[in-house]
């Protein structure tokens, strides 16, 4: 990743820190809202510049590894096409999840 982009994700995240903003969603999570996005793990790699590899494990439910500005791009990218993070006890009974907003923008 260059340079400039790991300082605007350095900066994301510390935005989404203290906003109180779910920081790492779960694998399943990242990859349930790449689907209701309608992305292909190809797409997320196109708008992130990511590595295929690297969305992969981000999906990964084995605990892969994968630093804090990858996350923060993946969800960075995700939350633009529409999709909101839910963290677990943040909706009445609920466990973490996902939802799609009413008008998501397409990427």
Sequence with gaps: MHRRAMN????????????GQMKNPS???IKAGRHLAGLSQADVVDATGLSIRTIKR???EQGATISDAAI???VDTLEAAG???????EMR???????L???????
């Design 83 to 89: 999709v909101i993070f839910i963290a677990e006890g």
């Design 8 to 19: 605007d994700t350095k900066r994301t995240i510390q935005v989404r820190e203290s906003l």
């Design 58 to 60: 981000a999906e990964d």
């Design 93 to 99: 009974d609920g466990g973490p999840g996902v939802r």
């Design 27 to 29: 694998p399943g999570q």
């Design 72 to 74: 923060a791009a993946i």
């Design 101 to 107: 907003r009413q008008n998501p923008k397409q990427l």
